[in-house]
């Protein structure tokens, strides 16, 4: 009998598109979904209702190692964690890490200590040893947004790189030649998968990846972006960017209220575009244009590979899936604004 994963190599994608096209068809587009349902018939496979895989009346706890709650993102991953546990009847223990690693340590043993039967995180280091010993001692780990490389274990994020390459595809059709990144390298790695996918998009069009400016600030906060809309409304008018992409939207819309105050329309004069998609997005003084990423649905996602895994055991084959970002639009951007001659404002460089 055919199984996601026997789909997902057949229609060359990955298990969460699979996934997707089953559970929330709107997030994959209308020849990938064709080309899924394909092979789904020519397979003959036959979803089985994910609630009914798992054994009733054997009580589980979860752990839940979030790295930073401050940080909306994280928070609506984690409602769809607890919304996916409610549902096949297990509960789940969230601890904040605070985006400190010596704190992200301290979390872990105290989730052993509480004997959970497994462990999601969005790690805060990556290469925390104390994460490969508890694989090493047979406790299922999925690692949440972010993709483990070469550890024995599941993991699931979105693609950052094709993200960036959105963001900078939508700014390039709008005209904008001289754009900035905001986002720090001391951050995560997603950040410069971010940028590399917006230079990618950018110099396919002939712009120089030394044309893209770079403001590297601290951490994802909403202070940062504030800061970095500082920078940038301090440069005189002919010399600053025409759009500026941010790692995130915590950042957008720091850099979205510092111009606000300034007195520099959006997107008038410089176009913003973030990434992620939190409520508050739409809901900002201009409504942010961001790259989505399906946040409720990693943490729902992680829930159920990390239950597959627990009554699977050894039997279980690791899984790496790969959510597709998706641009939504909305009025933050706008075409590149023209100086008198018709040539394009430069960038902040």
């Known amino acids: 009998m055919a199984n996601i994963r026997d789909v997902a190599r057949h229609a060359g994608v990955s298990a969460g598109t699979v996934s997707n096209v089953l559970n929330r068809p709107s997030y994959v587009n209308a020849a990938t979904r064709e ?44 409602l769809g964690a607890e919304a996916a546990a409610k549902e096949f009847g297990v509960g789940v223990m969230i601890v904040h890490n605070g985006e400190d690693p010596s704190r992200e340590q301290q979390n872990l043993d105290l989730l052993v200590q509480q004997r959970v039967h497994g462990i999601m995180i969005t790690p805060v280091d990556e290469r925390n040893p104390r994460l490969e010993e508890l694989i090493d001692r047979g406790i299922p780990v999925v690692y949440v947004d972010r993709i483990s490389g070469d550890r024995p274990c599941c993991s699931l994020a979105t693609d950052d790189f094709a993200g960036g390459k959105l963001a900078g595809e939508h700014l390039l059709d709008l005209g904008h030649t001289r754009i900035s990144f905001v986002g720090g390298s001391a951050i995560s790695r997603q950040v410069d998968q971010r940028f590399d996918g917006l230079v990618d998009a950018t110099t396919k069009a002939g712009v120089p990846e030394s044309d893209i400016g770079r403001i590297d600030v601290p951490t994802w906060k909403f202070a940062d972006g504030r800061n970095a809309g500082r920078q940038i409304a301090a440069l005189p008018r002919d010399e600053r960017p025409t759009a500026v992409f941010c790692a995130n939207d915590m950042l957008a ?57 627990i009554e699977q055991g050894a039997a279980h084959e690791h899984e790496h899936v790969i959510f597709e970002p998706e641009l939504i639009v909305r009025a933050s951007t706008g075409p590149a604004p023209k100086l008198r001659d018709g040539a394009p404002s430069a960038l902040l460089v």
Request: proline share 6%.
């Open 253 to 309: 819309l720091g850099v979205l209220q510092e111009f606000v105050l300034d007195g520099i329309a959006v997107p008038e004069e410089v176009s913003i575009i973030g990434f992620d998609d939190l409520d508050w997005a739409s809901a900002a003084t201009v409504p942010l244009t961001t790259v989505r990423q399906p946040r409720e649905e990693l943490g729902r996602t992680a829930v159920r590979m990390i239950l597959d895994e």
């Open 35 to 78: 080309k899924v349902l394909s092979s789904i018939k020519e397979l003959e496979f036959v979803p089985v209702a994910n609630a009914r895989q798992y054994r009733p009346g054997r009580e589980r706890t979860l752990g839940f190692a979030l790295a930073d709650m401050g940080n909306p993102f994280f928070v609506d991953v984690a």
